[in-house]
């Protein structure tokens, strides 16, 4: 079958079996290439960790909603499915404020232009909607671009990264809430991300924090 299709089918028809967390596996890596992403502070250098971090960061959400959704929950009557439909959509099913709404609407536009590359001229010189927001949140420096090259290059910077985790954490925060008897295990999966922000302890995340057999 088109992998496609079978992650699709996974996910739209539940069969019974073994399975767990990954998300907590994700933000191990989001973890690891924070912590190089910290050394260019001191020095003031461009943080270029940041194109493997922001990915993996938004896919470590992605798997999070999945989870939320199919973890010791019915699933069936659910008809905007995490991994499955456009994460954007997803999170409209959650009660984010408006400003962290936005927030992650940027964040998912700045994981599309890292990994969908168009680093040619612009034409005319303007803010893609989320840079500009990204300005407006005091995380990004510099000046319009004028090309895709000169986006991504914008994007360079450790404050970002560490601005990127923090809303993510807060997002998850919000998905684990909205469910009161579930909250406890969830908050605890979010738990991954926020320690992203502190420094480097002992546990590193290697196994899932849960696993759970299908009904």
């Known amino acids: 079958m088109n992998d496609r299709k079978q992650r699709e089918a ?20 989001v973890e ?25 960061l938004m896919t470590g959400v992605e798997a999070f ?27 409209k099913l959650y009660p984010l404020p408006d400003e962290l709404r936005r927030d992650l609407d940027a964040l998912i536009e700045i994981r599309n232009l890292i990994v969908h590359p168009s680093q040619v001229p ?35 910077n450790h404050r970002l990264f560490a601005w990127a985790v923090e809303k993510c954490a807060e997002t998850l925060d919000v998905v684990a809430d909205s469910d009161p008897e579930r909250s406890w295990m969830f908050r605890g999966s979010a738990g991954n991300l926020w320690r992203v922000l502190k420094p480097a302890v002992g546990s590193h995340g290697d196994e899932p924090i849960a696993s759970f057999p299908s009904p």
């Open 10 to 29: 996974r996910l739209r028809n539940r069969e019974s079996g073994s399975w767990g967390t990954v998300s907590t596996w994700y933000f191990h890596c």
């Open 122 to 156: 612009f034409g005319k010189a303007e803010w893609p909607d989320s840079l500009q927001r990204l300005c407006e949140r005091k995380v990004l420096d510099g000046n319009i671009p004028q090309s895709g090259t000169h986006a991504l290059a914008l994007l360079e």
């Open 65 to 91: 909603l999945v989870e939320h959704q199919q973890m010791l929950n019915d699933s069936s009557g659910i008809e905007t499915l995490a991994g499955v439909d456009p994460v954007r959509e997803v999170l």
């Open 32 to 56: 690891l290439v924070f912590r190089e992403s910290e050394k260019t502070v001191p020095a003031a250098q461009p943080s270029r960790w940041v194109y493997a971090g922001l990915p993996v």
